[in-house]
């Protein structure tokens, strides 16, 4: 017994000896606008380039970027080797630190009128030109023309690109456009500067495809902090092909990407996806050929091992014409929490099914919380493999083009808690198996089935895949929610079909094969409840007046609300009262397989054990209330 404790702490003190020594040689690589790339990286004689000092960082060591505008694409040849032996890239605290993707350009000859031209040699770009490079893919609708990769930016915002160039070169209409031609030796680029000389102001071009991206796949456990990253020339990103994101992880493992501002990406602004290989966008958009992507991607080492675990948190994210942020495959076991996203898809030149504020297939035990979503096309679209996922605390609205979520082809189990759905469509359901508790739904709620696709399920906390089955619908748990339709009468109007699948309420699940388990629920407005809900809460002639007003740099949640809410026959939600899914046949439960209990709110407040309010707050009050969400 003696011998073994000897043993075991001989090896305790080897190990501490090792960690003290990993964290005395790490280093840090100063860079700097002044800087030289011939230097050795101190904070007395800095690098240039980022890209310099990514050369020669190591696990364990730091980079850190003072003040200025780096116009590059930072390719990272290693990672770190653990989470706790991380390389890190950051921005010197307190100073704005810039990457970009374009460059400045000058040498415009006016044509006419506002339009002006450049002619620029073919060999400025070297081996990638965005002016040639079409957009395409699976699941990529071009409307019927065609777009690159390229941008024209006047003071920092995009220019839009023509079909033509007779388009540019007409009067300015309300949205200033931009045309480029590429022959054997130049590229030609005319654009609209409405009263601008763009010799006297700052326009830029997109010149690289990316800002911060490894070559490689397999780049783990890097830190990306505080950074303005933007204006890259990035590739539509379907679900079966090479992810490219204006900031990429490239299938790795173990990225913290924290407190950046991202913006002006052609299609996607942070990708956890997918690797490339030779059968990127050639799955004929079909499901057969998204099955035959998963078991490739399980062969090339998709696994809870390998992949994924990264954190994104506390970042900007809009302009970008796809999706804020994508992850096919790659962004299982992560936390996607604290970002504000918006603007995403706004300009639809172009469409397809790949566009929203998140965008995620295979969301396996990842939590997506505390995000601030709006002005999307759509603001969290979880496609296929939504299992052990959490959507917890975030705010949606005015994503008035589709939903504020769309859960598509999933089995379950997944919950979605204590969110606020504000937009004109608060759900669209072509699942089964999710848990909906506790959330505020101010719009349409939309239940389909999917009986032409089979899709996987999983062993609990693991990619690997266990069945195939269809969508037959229902099969969902909610409680404790707060519904409410805009009006009385547009309820009616939703209802007077009996067989719509999209309406103010839960009555819209009541032809779906598989039943629905329900308690708790208020609906407001004539918001209908599920046919065969027992003890619903319908309060007659009273309007909450849900609204949402930005206000002294804030963003206040106004409703009205009685002693009603008190009624609602709620209980606490556990892992035992949502019991298991049918399909998948697992239980709602932590990712580490602890028991789930739903008993804090949308702050963090403490609910009642018995008796929880509905809704995303615990005890908001009575009366006109003005509530800070944001």
């Known amino acids: 017994m003696r011998t073994d404790i000897r043993r075991n702490q001989r090896i305790a003190l080897i190990a501490l000896l090792a960690l003290m020594t990993q964290v005395a040689g790490a280093g840090e690589f100063h860079v700097s606008v002044n800087g030289s790339d011939k230097n050795d990286g101190s904070s007395a004689r800095p690098y240039k380039t980022i890209s310099a000092a990514a050369q020669v960082a190591q696990p364990g060591d730091t980079v850190t970027v003072h003040e200025g505008t780096y116009r590059e694409r930072v390719t990272p040849p290693r990672g770190g080797a653990s ?21 400045a350009i000058k040498g415009w000859q006016k044509v006419q009128d506002d339009t002006w031209k450049v002619v620029i040699p073919n060999s ?29 930016y006047l003071k920092g915002h995009w220019l839009t690109e023509a079909a033509k160039l007779d388009e540019v070169l007409k009067p300015v209409g309300k949205t200033p456009l931009w045309f480029g031609e590429v022959d054997g030796t130049n590229t030609t680029i005319w654009a609209q500067f409405q009263g601008v000389n763009p010799n006297e ?30 204006h890259a020339a990035t590739p539509w990103a379907p679900p079966t092909a090479e992810q490219i994101g204006l900031l990429g992880t490239h299938w790795s493992k173990g990225w913290l990407i924290e407190n950046n501002e991202i913006r002006y990406s052609t299609c996607v602004g942070i990708a956890l996806g997918k690797y490339g290989d030779p059968w990127d966008n050639t799955s004929q958009n079909s499901a057969e050929g998204y099955v035959e992507t998963i078991n490739r991607a399980l062969k090339n080492g998709w696994s809870k091992e390998n992949i994924g675990h990264h954190v994104v948190r506390n970042n900007q994210i809009s302009d970008c014409e796809q999706a804020g942020i994508v992850g096919s495959l790659g962004a299982v076991f992560c936390t996607i929490t604290g970002n504000v996203i918006h ?7 172009f469409t397809g099914a790949e566009m929203a504020g998140i965008k995620i297939h295979a969301a396996i035990d990842t939590e997506i919380s505390h995000n601030h979503i709006y002005r999307t096309c759509r603001g969290i679209w979880l496609d296929w493999m939504a299992q052990g996922t959490r959507v917890t605390r975030n705010l949606l609205h005015d994503n008035n083009a589709a939903e504020d979520l769309f859960v598509e082809v999933d089995h379950g189990p997944f919950l979605v808690d204590n969110n606020l759905f504000l937009s004109g469509t608060s759900l669209l359901d072509m699942s089964e198996g999710g848990a909906y508790v506790h959330n505020l739904m101010t719009g349409r709620i939309v239940s389909r089935p999917e009986p032409g696709r089979e899709t996987p399920y999983h062993p609990a906390h693991t990619t690997a895949v266990a069945g195939l089955s269809t969508i037959k619908g229902g099969d969902d748990r909610f409680y404790n929610n707060i519904i409410v339709a805009p009006s009385t009468e547009a309820a009616a109007k939703a209802a ?17 094969e598989y039943p629905l388990l329900t308690g708790g629920n208020v609906y407001y407005n004539g918001a209908q409840p599920y046919a065969k809900e027992a003890s619903p809460l319908t309060p007659a002639g009273i309007d909450p007046k849900c ?26 939600i556990t892992t035992d009262l949502l019991g298991k899914t049918t399909v998948s046949k697992l239980g709602y439960e932590n990712p580490d397989g602890s028991p789930l209990t739903v008993d804090t709110d949308y702050f963090g407040a403490k609910r009642n054990a018995t008796t929880p309010c509905p809704g995303p707050f615990e005890n908001p009050g009575q009366g006109d209330l003005q509530i800070k969400v944001w």
Request: proline share 4%.
């Open 201 to 230: 102001s700052e326009v830029e071009i997109n010149v690289r495809r990316t800002v911060f991206y490894p070559a490689q796949a397999g780049i783990n456990y890097l830190t990306v902090r505080g950074f303005t990253m933007r």
């Open 496 to 512: 007077s079909n009996p067989r719509a699948a999209a309406g103010y309420g839960l009555y819209v699940y009541d032809a779906r």
């Open 124 to 152: 400025f770009f070297g081996a990638f030109n965005p002016y040639s490079d079409l957009i395409h893919g699976d699941w990529f609708n071009p409307k019927g023309r065609n777009h690159h990769t390229g941008a024209v």
């Open 343 to 349: 603007d995403i898809h706004v300009r639809q030149l």
């Open 547 to 572: 609204r949402l007003v930005a206000e002294g740099g804030g963003v206040f949640l106004h409703l009205t609300v009685g002693p009603e809410l008190k009624q609602a026959a709620t209980k606490l």
């Open 83 to 103: 989470d706790a032996q991380r390389i890190v890239y950051q921005a010197a605290a307190g100073e704005k630190v810039v990457i970009k993707g374009s460059e």
